[in-house]
């Protein structure tokens, strides 16, 4: 194995500058027993950074941060405070004892959390998904693709079929599969096993409606599987699922509990069964303990899952705890199964002169959000400032930073690029971009689209307003010289931001 590498400079420039950072903070900042800490602690500082680089070379961080994966440098992060602690921590006991361990411990800390910290604001970036515009493999040509007739069932295994059925769903699930599905037919199948090699072994076009009963809670590479169902179906096939979403599992959570600990059994339950195995370092760990059961789902990200796997949305129904879903196959699976999604997201949006630029902004919706906005606006109508109205994607930390404008500040990395300036019409979707009157399409294209768009200076509601507003600060643009409007809107929108409290939807 090659141990001899050239170290990335950059890097190790950046890993001197926090570990200074780091060792100012603990010695100046905190209350030491020594009134002159940096005279005391400057030789084992010297030492502590001189051990962090060999043993950061020794493990390979220093490695162009490109050529890395975000799980292996975390680790490897990891590895060298972890190896540095624990031999400064003996040194400390051994021979140098008018040392202290608690110096070491926060400064290890301390620098570990802001390389890390680094490390996650690069990695965001680097792998910041298209999360509007999503690209599908064509679809293949599937041979004779209709279902093969079969038998309808006789009454002694429709009676154990019902059997299963209420005994997995109770009566309510019954009902709905009764009404929606015909159980009865040769063609519809009805399992309870998750595991993907069972699917697998169904034959192809046998079934026109596969039925799941266990909760997809409880499935561990559902994309997966979701792909090998939509593989076995017809065209048009159906299929039928059941989840307990997010919010359901939180009131029912808050209902059961009593009022002076629920909302902390609430917490320790979501930062367990939704944070920890979406986090890249308690991944493992929240697989290793529960088997992936029981995780917790937003409907926004259950529809979304179904719509990357090649179905759409027929039917959405609450019953009891759970809400069942019936798809019908639409097309071939979206070809990437496994989508990083990280707090930074890309947008494909319309710039000058028509060019599709990516603007970047921080991620305020459920995973697989991206795969929903048609059937969003299928069944949501425009509120207030030509949002969606009850727009299910959007997280409740997203509502915040959207209120409030967090989510858009890594747009500055468009004005850096000089694809965005400060004040300019809301570089828009292809969708949205579809929406505009054709004059003023034209028009908008113009001109580079802005982070501080006309609509907080006019505040319109409607869309029309919304047009209307924008066409007379092109038109000004045009007429005036792009400065100047620029500066009188500028003005207008921050008199509006603090005086009128105006607010991002």
């Known amino acids: ?46 030492w502590f950074i001189f051990s962090w680089f060999i043993f950061s070379y020794l493990l390979k961080r220093y490695k162009p941060l490109r050529k890395q994966q975000y799980f292996v440098t975390s680790l490897r992060l990891f590895y060298v405070s972890s190896v540095n ?13 008018p040392y202290s361990g608690y110096v070491l411990l926060a400064i290890t800390v301390g620098t570990f959390l802001i390389n890390y910290i680094v490390l996650s604001c690069y990695f965001a970036y680097k792998f910041a998904v298209d999360y509007n515009e999503v690209s599908l493999k064509p ?24 059997a299963m059925i209420y005994k997995q769903s109770a009566a309510v699930g019954l009902r709905l599969l009764k009404k929606q599905v015909d159980l009865s037919s040769g063609n519809t199948s009805v399992f309870i096993s998750n595991s993907a090699a069972d699917l697998k072994k169904y034959p192809v076009y046998q079934y026109d409606t596969i039925v799941q009963l266990e909760r997809l ?16 179906l017809p065209d048009n096939g159906i299929f039928v699922c059941c989840f307990e979403s997010k919010s359901t599992r939180k009131k029912r959570i808050l209902k059961n509990n009593p009022g002076a600990i ?72 979206e070809t990437i199964q496994k989508r990083i999604y990280g707090p930074l997201i890309r947008l494909t949006r319309y710039g000058k002169d028509g060019e599709m630029i990516k603007v970047y902004k921080m991620r305020t919706m459920h995973p697989f959000s991206e795969y929903l906005q048609g059937y969003i606006y299928k069944h949501n109508s425009l ?60 028009k908008r294209l113009k001109f580079k689209p802005g982070l501080l768009p006309p609509f907080y200076a006019d505040l319109p509601h409607s869309l029309d307003e919304i047009q209307d507003s924008e066409m007379r600060y092109l038109v000004s643009c045009e007429s005036k010289g792009v400065f100047k409007t620029d500066l009188i809107y500028f003005f207008r929108i921050l008199k509006n931001i603090l005086i009128n409290n105006a607010r991002s939807g």
């Open 1 to 46: 194995m090659k141990i001899f590498y050239k170290p990335s400079y950059f890097y190790l420039i950046i890993d001197l500058l926090i570990l200074i950072l780091s060792l100012y903070v603990v010695l100046d900042w905190f209350p030491l027993t020594t009134n002159s800490p940096f005279t005391k602690y400057s030789g084992a500082s010297f």
């Open 85 to 97: 602690f624990v031999i400064f921590v003996i040194l400390i006991h051994y021979f140098f004892k």
């Open 139 to 162: 679809r293949k040509q599937r041979i004779d693709a209709t279902v093969k007739l079969a038998d309808k069932l006789d009454s002694e295994t429709y009676a154990q079929l019902e």
């Open 217 to 232: 809670n409880n499935m561990r590479e559902i994309n997966k599987k979701l792909a090998i169902i939509n593989e076995k």
């Open 262 to 333: 629920n909302y902390i059994l609430y917490m320790f339950d979501f930062l367990f069964k939704r944070v920890m195995p979406k986090f890249i370092l308690t991944k493992w760990l929240y697989y290793y303990i529960t088997g992936g059961n029981n995780r917790i789902f937003s409907k926004a990200e259950v529809l979304g899952r179904l719509y990357c796997s090649g179905f759409k949305v027929i039917l959405e129904k609450k019953i009891g705890q759970l809400t069942y879903v019936i798809a019908q196959r639409a097309k071939e699976p």
């Open 383 to 442: 509120n207030v400032g030509g949002k969606f109205n009850r727009d299910i994607r959007i997280t409740t930390i997203g509502s915040f930073m959207r209120k409030y404008w967090i989510d858009e500040l890594p747009m500055f990395i468009n004005l850096f690029n000089g694809e965005m300036k400060l004040v300019g019409v809301r570089p828009l979707s292809k969708q949205y971009y579809s929406l505009y009157n054709s004059d003023l399409q034209e």
